[in-house]
């Protein structure tokens, strides 16, 4: 099982000897892997990595990839949260991997740890932990993501009270980062579902009180593939990174709908 | 090249950050047809990370600012070195954009009238950065994303295609510039995910590929920062200037050691933080230069009561510009007054109720509880310096963003001289929109007046395709992250916050010895998402990058701003006359001594002559008037 680590080292391109901090402890990481130029089907890689338990998950990933396997794909970017480019499947929850600390998944008791890391569910995956992000951004932009508004432009700001701006402040702290989409059951199943990131996009501009194109909106999340496919699970509100209610979102939406009120 | 897959266009843009995405939106308002390429995802690009705000003085928050007062402290903030043209612009335009963005439904935090707020910031005389909590840099990502999206969605009413006069290709890196005699024809790079070659050609190119900090171990930059702009304006033949003048952010996290570098942000201080030594000292007070004298309280009482009345008292040291806060960080842990991790103690749980830190700083207070187990709300954070952003960049026409290079434009971070030698906090993003707006206006322009069309000549294209493909018949069997790591360690250690002859010409040393070791560097695997290959490839523009920081920087012997000399620590008002210009020759690359063009009048006017004589020399102050005297 850890035959990856050894081939590489002895293949002499990862010649340098991996730098092992003091009080690092060894934990088993478990990576879904796939590569399509000569996989059929995805398989399971298994490594031993010294860490810290201060260190995040995608510290381990940076080390599998600088010192055992240089092949190892996975996104990532700004390493702290902000741009939601690395999100995966950690011990079977939707997380971004520069927030996950290594202490939070030691196995108590003195037992040896195992971390299993996947690609996010649902979309189709390229290559190991890398999905394809385009239907997740198809549905993102279908909802019409922008300000619309019909009146003459103001030649400085739009005013926009405290009040105003409060209410849909939450909405606007979506990194696009597609954990709350990919951790939906009902998104698992059906593709064509919009899915909470969708959704929570929209709500952004619905409750925008400089925005006047709420009703064009509400009938795009009104079709088939809409809101009405929520089933309210919370698994969308529990996988967020950015602590969104996204659920509460997607309930206001639903309750525009049906009252016709924003 | 049968498989080469080809795209024409009349503008491309490289990078997908603020300065990208707002030249590109110009481009295409312009009605030339217009691509953005980048490495990451859309969206996802390194000025997500910006947290503070935009500087603008719009005068929200203080009726008193306007853009003279905006001019005199960004020229102040990059000790006169500055373009002066490029921060005229900058500032004169800043509050259009920033306005401009609203329209495009950017959110602003709101002042109890409804207008958008202003939070102080670092050298900024007034409350200037326009702000949302502190996820600034997200909100303007997000707001010109959405507004490529709706130009699209434009695009395709009227056309049927979404991508007829706007194009992104995301998750694509170009390699090399292709020139036509000396025009620019187009550029050359891959997809990342199948590894497969790709040639854009286009008469103009913008490059907004921002900064160059992964060059070093200790950076608050994402993955993408590895001066690729900067490279290919070199190895196309344009000129770069101020590479020596790097800035190392005062406050980035210290611990635990997977975090170290990064961003703690500003608006701590700005919001009433303070840092201290430990010994419980607000060291602060100790280091104010004398340039900055009559603008910084001397004491506590007077800096505390400052954020109340900041008429009557002068402002909190801690609120000096970056590069003084930084270096005298450094200097009180050489004296033995760090914490426990090597840096000192910013402390915002005495100034502030929890829940107003909470509010004002939501970001910051789930970073240091999520990653390092802090809460600040009741206890200090520990921070350092932490390479931050490259005032040096493309030399540029102020007015066009056009290099020397024909075809070939700049704009944000990968552009040189509006910071001059530092960058103030907040005047980062609003440069991106400034200049990028200009950018694209500047490169639609040149496109329409071209009578012939460059073309992208055959050879170039091989000579593109043999250079990506090198690292896969590297013969040494090295692993292209050691000499990563050996880059950034060395850059850190030896051309880092403090500098001496010495230490950067073993530097030069170190550079040229990595440069031979990178040529033989070994990838496995084959080209479909290789991530080693990618950095073989981005190691080429680190290096050369590197070695344009370490030639400059040994060759300007004052210290001034983001270079701080240890054998030369005066600044001299004769360097202020030069700048730097480095150039790629074959063998690496050749710094040339070049006069700084004089400041026009009228804006030397807005300064007191007393202030003038701290920068300027005689010769230059003779028959120049500045108010009083």
Known sequence: MSAPAEEKTASGSRGSEPPVPDGAITVTVKIRRFNPEFDDEPRWDTFEVPALPSDRVLNLLHYLKWYVDGTLTFRRSCAHGICGSDAMRINGVNRLACKVLLKDLLAGGGKATTITIEPIKGLPVHKDLLVDMEPFFEAYRAVKPYLISYGNEPTRERIQSAADRERFDDTTKCILCAACTTSCPVYWTEGSYFGPAAIVNAHRFIFDSRDEAAEERLDILNDVDGVWRCRTTFNCTDACPRGIQVTKAIQEVKRALLFKRT | ?629
């Open chain 2, 1 to 629: 090249m049968p498989e080469l897959e080809r795209h024409e266009f009349d503008v491309l843009v490289i990078g997908a950050g603020g300065a990208g995405l707002r030249a590109a939106i110009e481009a295409r308002e312009h009605g030339v047809r217009t691509a953005v390429v980048c490495k990451s995802l859309f969206g996802k690009a390194h000025t997500v990370m910006a947290e503070g705000g935009i500087a603008a003085a719009m005068g929200n928050a203080n009726a008193s600012d306007d853009w003279r007062v905006h001019f005199r402290d960004t020229m102040r903030g990059g000790k006169f070195l500055n373009n002066w043209r490029m921060a005229e612009l900058h500032a004169r335009e800043a509050p259009d954009r920033v306005w401009e963005l609203e329209t495009y439904g950017a959110l602003f935090d709101r002042t109890a009238d409804g207008r958008i707020s202003q939070r102080n910031f670092g050298g900024h005389e007034y409350p200037r950065l326009a702000h949302v909590g502190d996820r600034t840099g997200l909100e303007l990502i997000r707001s010109l994303q959405q507004k490529v999206v709706s130009l699209q969605q434009e695009d395709f009413a009227r056309t049927g295609d979404h991508e007829s006069a706007l194009r992104v290709f995301a998750e694509c890196t170009v390699t090399d510039l292709l020139l036509d005699g000396d025009r620019i024809a187009g550029a050359f790079g891959y997809w990342r995910e199948s590894g497969r070659f790709v040639l854009f050609t286009a008469p103009a190119v913008i490059l907004a590929t921002g900064g160059i900090g992964k060059s070093f171990k200790v950076t608050s930059n994402s993955w993408e920062y590895t001066g690729d702009g900067h490279a290919l304006a070199l190895r196309a033949g344009a000129s770069l200037i101020n590479m020596e003048f790097v800035q190392f952010h005062p406050t980035g996290m210290v611990w635990p050691p997977s975090v170290k570098g990064i961003l703690v942000t500003e608006s701590v201080r700005g919001d009433g933080g303070v840092l201290r030594n430990s010994e419980g000292s607000r060291f602060m007070f100790g280091y104010v230069p004398s340039v900055f004298k009559d603008k910084y309280a001397d004491d506590e009482a007077e800096a505390d009561r400052w954020y109340a009345d900041p008429e009557n008292n002068r402002r909190p040291p801690e609120l000096l510009p970056r590069d003084e806060v930084a270096r005298a960080i450094n200097s009180e842990v050489k004296a033995g007054r760090g914490s426990e991790h090597g840096g000192v103690f910013l402390d915002v749980s005495t100034r502030l109720p929890a829940e107003e830190i909470e509010r004002r700083l939501p970001s910051m207070h789930h970073q240091f509880k999520e990653l390092a187990d802090v809460d600040i709300t009741a206890e200090p954070m520990e921070v350092g310096p932490t390479c931050h952003y490259v005032m040096g960049g493309v030399e540029v026409d102020p007015d066009t963003a056009a290099s020397s290079v024909p075809g070939l434009f700049a704009a944000g971070e990968v552009s040189g001289g509006m910071h001059g030698s530092n960058r103030l906090g907040g005047n980062s993003l609003s440069d991106l929109l400034v200049f990028g707006r200009r950018a694209g206006a500047g490169a639609a322009e040149y496109v329409r007046t071209l009578t012939t069309r460059p073309v992208p000549p055959e050879q170039a294209l091989a000579a593109a395709e043999h250079t990506a493909l090198v690292p896969f018949s590297g013969a040494s069997g090295e692993n292209p992250y050691t000499l990563h790591v050996e880059l950034q360690q060395a850059m850190n250690d030896l051309v880092g916050i403090i500098r001496t002859a010495g230490e950067m010409e073993r530097a030069l040393e170190r550079l040229a010895e990595l440069r031979r070791r990178a040529e033989a560097v070994t990838v496995e695997g084959h080209r479909q998402f290789n991530p080693g290959w990618h950095l073989a490839l981005d190691l080429r523009n680190m290096l050369l990058v590197s070695e344009c920081v370490a030639r400059a920087a040994l060759l300007r012997t004052e210290s001034r701003g983001g270079h701080t000399r240890d054998d030369h620590p005066r600044m001299d008002p004769d360097w202020r006359r030069t700048l730097l210009v480095c150039r790629a020759t074959a063998d690496g690359v050749t710094v040339t001594e070049q006069p700084q063009v004089p400041i026009r009048d009228d804006l030397l006017a807005l300064f007191e002559h007393t202030e003038l004589q701290k920068y300027l020399t005689g010769d230059e102050l003779t028959g120049r008037s500045g108010t009083g005297s």
